[in-house]
T-cell receptor
Framework: NAGVTQTPKFQVLKTGQSMTLQCAQD?????MYWYRQDPGMGLRLIYY???????DKGEVPNGYNVSRLNKREFSLRLESAAPSQTSVYFC??????????????FGPGTRLTVT | EDQVTQSPEALRLQEGESSSLNCSYT??????LFWYRQDPGKGPEFLFT???AGEEKEKERLKATLTKKESFLHITAPKPEDSATYLC??????????FGTGTRLTIIP
């Protein structure tokens, strides 16, 4: 099992360019998440999808959009990149059943620089 | 506002020198607490889940405990390969994880 995979691993964008970060999981998890990690600020939730067909905003959704393509895949889109979006982006997935919160499993991350 | 605070920010230990990392939180319906390990340039790796006060989990040299207001990650006789950043995350009523900023642990041979 590959677990959670993310592409690309690294990306450099110019201000105003757009791009899509891809995420896939092979653990048959219902829930998927996108986080960003910045020095001194910890991991912050951008968007999440509790199940296929649903998406919700997290703590820092401005400037991003998401698509839950199917149960395996959850993509994050930057429509017009800004330097403030320079960060490391992590995708995660977890099981969710009967109200019990399960651990999340993380991908290796995408390191994005916006100049 | 619910918050998660980890201390210390950084910790340097000699190999074999045991210590503890702290994760404290303001509670509004705690539903679970998670410990992760993160190596430089990699994603967080899951270690433990704790659901209720009094619960303990162990794995090799690591032991996690939970009280009503805080959790400890005890490291016994650490080795250099235990060097990493350790992250604590808490789930409150809204089912979303709130992460602390981590403790950067360095084990000196």
């Amino acid at each position: 099992n590959a677990g959670v995979t993310q592409t690309p691993k690294f990306q450099v964008l110019k201000t105003g360019q757009s791009m899509t970060l891809q995420c896939a999981q092979d653990m048959n998890h219902n829930s998927m998440y996108w986080y960003r990690q910045d020095p001194g600020m910890g991991l912050r939730l951008i968007y999440y999808s509790a199940s296929e067909g649903t998406t919700d905003k997290g703590e820092v959704p401005n400037g991003y959009n998401v698509s839950r393509l199917n149960k395996r895949e959850f993509s994050l889109r930057l429509e017009s990149a800004a330097p403030s979006q320079t960060s490391v982006y992590f995708c995660a997935s977890s099981e969710f059943a009967g109200g019990l919160i399960y651990e999340q499993y993380f991908g290796p991350g995408t390191r994005l620089t916006v100049t | 506002e619910d918050q998660v605070t980890q201390s210390p920010e950084a910790l340097r230990l000699q190999e074999g020198e045991s210590s503890s990392l702290n994760c404290s939180y303001t509670v509004s319906g705690l539903r679970g607490l998670f410990w992760y390990r993160q190596d430089p340039g990699k994603g967080p790796e899951f270690l433990f889940t704790l659901y209720s006060a009094g619960e303990e989990k162990e794995k090799e040299r690591l032991k996690a405990t939970l009280t009503k207001k805080e959790s400890f990650l005890h490291i016994t006789a650490p080795k250099p390969e235990d060097s990493a950043t350790y992250l604590c995350a808490v789930v409150f009523g809204n089912e979303k994880l709130t992460f602390g900023t981590g403790t950067r642990l360095t084990i000196i041979p």
